[in-house]
């Protein structure tokens, strides 16, 4: 039997490792995120609940995804928002809040798997972000990026999942054909969120690649995600492309909504929003 070369034991083993890492830079190019699917706005009590609903439908008119409805001591609802919807809900007497002194806040960001729940959490596992996974949804419970005022989840929107989106596409046509709508919300163009510490932005990283962050913004379809350095985890802001901020303006004085205004965003007022920092783009 020949000697085997000097060398070759560790030429072998190098081109294992190469390969090996071949192979998990090929798994990391698949996303794990199709899009966002709901924020959710948790609310101290059911008055300000009652009223947070009616400032998403009456003052902002987002057509209605769901109406209301009380499990137990808590109560839901789904506004409509062009790419997303966004959810009042609560109160919530189990969460550990940042801050007590709210009436609303953004508090949850739920996605959408890029295929499926378990495909989404095999990867969300690989990638070092604990999580936990039933057939419904998954529940981040990673520190570094939950926490404070933010949760993180994953669900599958059954219509999508069987291909039908006359819902969505439904509320779309509604606010499309709603020329006569002053404020004119088009969609979610934006959505601040902070991340602690360097560990909080890592694990951001490793959520949304291959995606990248290029100046500290995540781009998915219509929607940024702007992840900035901030003392707590959590969601700070979103802002709403409208169709012309002129007429935004101008509804925003009449109704008495107006708050802070720039060159290109309007700030509502946040005694009038109940606390929650939104803003109007063109």
């Known amino acids: 039997m020949s000697k085997i070369p000097k060398y070759f034991g560790l030429f072998l083993s190098g081109l294992i490792l190469s390969q090996t890492g071949v192979a998990q830079k090929g798994s990391a190019t698949k996303p794990a995120i199709s899009g ?12 300000t609940h009652d009223s947070v609903y009616h400032f998403l439908i009456d003052k902002l008119k987002l057509p209605v995804y769901y109406y209301p409805v009380t499990y137990g001591t808590r109560k839901y609802v789904g506004a409509y928002a062009g ?8 109160p919530y007497s189990d969460y550990r809040y940042a801050s007590t002194d709210f009436r609303a806040v953004f508090f949850g ?7 499926t729940l378990l495909q989404a959490s095999n990867d969300l596992t690989g990638r070092g972000i604990i999580c936990q996974a039933d057939d419904r949804f998954i529940i981040f419970s990673d520190s570094a990026i939950c926490g404070d005022n933010i949760t993180i989840s994953f669900m599958d929107d059954p219509n999508k999942v069987n291909g039908n989106n006359r819902k969505i596409d439904s509320l779309k046509n509604v606010m499309d054909a709603d020329t006569e709508n002053e404020l004119g919300i088009e969609y979610v163009s934006e959505i601040v969120i902070g991340y602690r510490d360097n560990a909080g932005l890592t694990k951001w990283q490793e959520l949304i690649s291959p995606a990248e962050l290029k100046n500290a913004i995540w781009k998915v379809s219509l929607l940024d995600f702007h992840i900035v350095k901030s003392n707590i985890r959590e969601v ?13 303006r101008l509804y925003l004085m009449k109704k008495n909504l107006a708050g ?5 965003k309007i700030g509502l007022d946040r005694s009038k929003a109940f606390g929650l920092s939104i803003y109007l783009s063109e």
């Not at 699917?37 to 059911?46: A, C, E, G, M």
């Not at 790419?83 to 609560?90: A, H």
């Not at 960001?109 to 295929?115: A, G, I, Q, R, S």
């Open 36 to 47: 966002l699917h709901t924020l959710s706005i948790h609310v101290r009590d059911t008055i």
């Open 83 to 90: 790419n997303l919807v966004l959810e009042p809900c609560g």
């Open 109 to 115: 960001l739920t996605f959408e798997p890029f295929k």
């Open 236 to 248: 700070q802001s979103i802002t709403f492309k409208v169709r012309s901020l002129e007429k935004a």
């Open 260 to 264: 802070s205004f720039t060159d290109n």
